[in-house]
């Protein structure tokens, strides 16, 4: 929990492809009555405009707080700032790789860090593919700090009829690390898959 009546997440974008996760993120945090706190990458700022037609400003608007990615003194990189943690959606291979090594230079690889140190929850939706050694080998060093490596994969079982469904599907299931339950999650034994249990089998 946090100081304030609301819990508070950071939500942080960076340069990779799949720009949606992140904005998904910033508006289930909305509608759950999270306060967001956004930070995106200056890299972040050019795959929105390849892969939309919002603005920076538009992105800012969705969340409650939205900080300057140069801005080192910002609440989020403090410890004592008090947060269910951070999710980096998406995440490159460069946030990453620089968030393993604790050498942060922007205040999106510094608020990770300070996730890390103050044993919070940190989620990163690595977007790579094919990755090679060093990609895997900071993924396990990511992993034994402590952080969650969570590659936004679609949920076939969940039978998907559109892209949003699945960016949805990933988004939800990444927020239940910081348990964050969001409506549009589709749940195995609860909205697919067999029956549940005392459920009368009409067949």
Same mark, same amino acid.
């Given at each position: /929990? %946090?100081?304030?009546?609301?819990?508070?997440?950071? !939500?942080?974008?960076?340069?990779?492809?799949?720009?949606?996760?992140?904005?998904?993120?910033?508006?289930?945090? @909305? &509608? *759950?009555?999270v306060?967001?706190?956004l930070?995106?990458? @200056?890299?972040?700022?050019?795959? *929105?405009?390849?892969?939309?037609?919002?603005?920076?400003?538009?992105?800012?608007?969705?969340?409650?707080?939205?900080? #300057? !990615?140069?801005?080192?003194?910002? =609440? +989020?990189?403090?410890? =004592?700032?008090?947060?269910?943690?951070?999710?980096?959606?998406?995440?490159s291979?460069?946030?990453?790789?620089?968030?393993?090594?604790?050498?942060?230079?922007?205040?999106? %690889?510094?608020?990770?860090?300070?996730?890390?140190? &103050?044993?919070?929850?940190?989620? *990163?939706?690595v @977007?790579? %593919?094919?990755?090679h050694?060093?990609?895997?080998?900071? /993924?396990?060093?990511?992993? &034994?700090?402590?952080?969650?490596?969570?590659?936004?994969?679609?949920?076939?079982?969940?039978?998907?009829?559109?892209?949003? &469904? /699945?960016?949805?599907? =990933?988004?939800?299931?990444?927020?239940?690390?910081?348990?964050?339950?969001?409506?549009?999650?589709?749940?195995?034994?609860?909205?697919?898959?067999? +029956?549940? =249990?005392?459920? #009368?089998?009409?067949?």
């Open positions: /929990m %946090t100081g304030t009546d609301r819990p508070r997440l950071i !939500v942080g974008l960076s340069g990779a492809s799949g720009v949606a996760y992140g904005l998904r993120a910033l508006d289930a945090c @909305r &509608e *759950l009555g306060e967001s706190h930070v995106m990458s @200056r890299s972040a700022g050019l795959t *929105l405009a390849q892969e939309t037609d919002l603005s920076i400003a538009d992105v800012q608007a969705r969340a409650d707080v939205a900080h #300057k !990615v140069g801005d080192v003194g910002a =609440s +989020i990189a403090s410890g =004592s700032f008090q947060t269910l943690g951070m999710i980096v959606a998406p995440c291979v460069r946030t990453m790789s620089e968030i393993a090594t604790g050498v942060t230079a922007s205040l999106l %690889t510094r608020a990770a860090d300070v996730t890390l140190k &103050e044993r919070r929850t940190l989620v *990163l939706m @977007r790579e %593919t094919p990755l050694l060093g990609h895997l080998r900071t /993924m396990v060093k990511l992993s &034994e700090m402590g952080a969650v490596i969570a590659p936004p994969l679609p949920a076939f079982y969940a039978k998907p009829l559109s892209m949003d &469904e /699945m960016v949805d599907q =990933s988004v939800g299931r990444a927020l239940d690390l910081f348990g964050l339950a969001w409506r549009p999650v589709k749940r195995w034994g609860e909205d697919i898959g067999p +029956i549940r =249990s005392g459920q #009368k089998d009409e067949g």
